[in-house]
């Protein structure tokens, strides 16, 4: 193998988990069925993170897409990082453990090696993952902090089955907050980035600390402006014969960070996993020369992820 391909398998050392596979697939896909053959094709092409969250309601067709794979003898779970996130409804501390168990049960593992707080904004207790007033506005809650949230989470390391934590969807300032209580440093925290959004003070403040940054919508989640249409990442992708899909998550991984990419298309599964090292000029070229900036997702704002439908 040179040293070129070695890229896919970048691991980002951490406390609590050892090192954490740069190359993750999330699982935010609305059918179950074609959630489990996703699943199945992303651990077939290679990717061995995998990104889940209670929120994204099939959990349970990730954990029956590990029973397959591990029956078939080609992977033991110790080859496997597996995340997944406590839900906005869930942030009273009394809460959190039953949440975390409830997804253990439904991806069917005994442990999770991250679990993570979906977003800061805490909405009122219940089974309503969605809770809005007659206005239509969400109902939040008031009476519990991120801190204490972060607290619970805590003791789900110290009891064992959760091998480290983070947040998502948080601000640089948030994120600030958490690290200057916290007794348990986050491993992770997952934020929207990618070269239209980089991060790069959020960034600078994860390495500090050591924390992996790892980016979601790292491909721009196909939305406007179209990031993998932009001149300076197609052309990179044209003198080097390869996808502007593949260039921004190799730029990803070689800056240091982590990145999830979600895909339905087995051929597409495989070829986002297919990254190799870019050239320095090409890393220079879309630092210095890519100038749009722009977030798809306000979820930072509202707790209310953009990419997850309301209904259903």
């Not at 179950?32 to 209670?54: I, M, S, W, Y």
């Not at 839900?87 to 253990?104: L, M, Y």
């Not at 809005?132 to 949230?149: F, H, N, P, W």
Request: glycine content about 6%.
């Amino acid at each position: 193998m040179t040293s070129s391909d070695s890229l896919r398998y970048t691991k980002i050392p951490t406390h609590g988990s050892g090192a954490i596979p740069a190359v993750g697939f999330g699982t935010l896909i609305p059918d179950p069925l074609v959630t489990k053959q996703a699943t199945k094709a992303a651990l077939e092409a290679g990717f061995r993170h995998l990104d889940c969250a209670e929120r994204y309601r099939n959990e349970a067709a990730v954990g029956d897409a590990l029973q397959e794979a591990f029956k078939e003898g080609n992977l033991q779970r110790q080859d496997l990082f597996v995340t997944t996130k406590l839900w906005n409804t869930n942030h009273r501390p009394e809460r959190v453990k039953a949440a975390f168990d409830a997804s253990r049960r439904r991806l069917q593992l005994d442990d999770i090696d991250c679990y993570i707080i979906h977003t800061p904004f805490a909405f009122q207790p219940g089974d309503e993952q969605d809770p809005r007033d007659e206005r239509g506005q969400v109902i939040y809650d008031s009476g519990v902090t991120l801190a204490e949230t972060w607290g619970a989470l805590e003791r789900l390391v110290d009891e064992g089955h959760c091998k480290s934590i983070g947040l998502s969807d948080i601000t640089l300032e948030k994120l600030r907050e958490i690290v200057a209580v916290a007794r348990i440093r986050p491993a992770m925290v997952q934020v929207e980035s990618h070269p239209y959004l980089p991060e790069w003070e959020l960034l600078d403040f994860c390495r500090e600390h050591g924390i992996v940054l790892q980016a979601f919508a790292a491909l721009g989640h196909a939305m406007k402006p179209n990031l993998l249409a932009d001149p300076v990442i197609t052309t990179i992708a044209e003198r080097l014969d390869k996808t502007p899909a593949q260039i921004a998550l190799a730029w990803a991984v070689q800056r240091g960070t982590a990145f999830l990419t979600t895909s339905t298309n087995p051929r597409r599964i495989r070829e986002n996993f297919d990254i190799s090292t870019l050239p320095e000029d090409a890393m220079r070229e879309i630092r210095a020369e890519i100038t749009t900036n722009v977030r798809f997702n306000t979820v930072v704002e509202t707790g209310v992820p953009g990419f997850i439908p309301r209904a259903g």
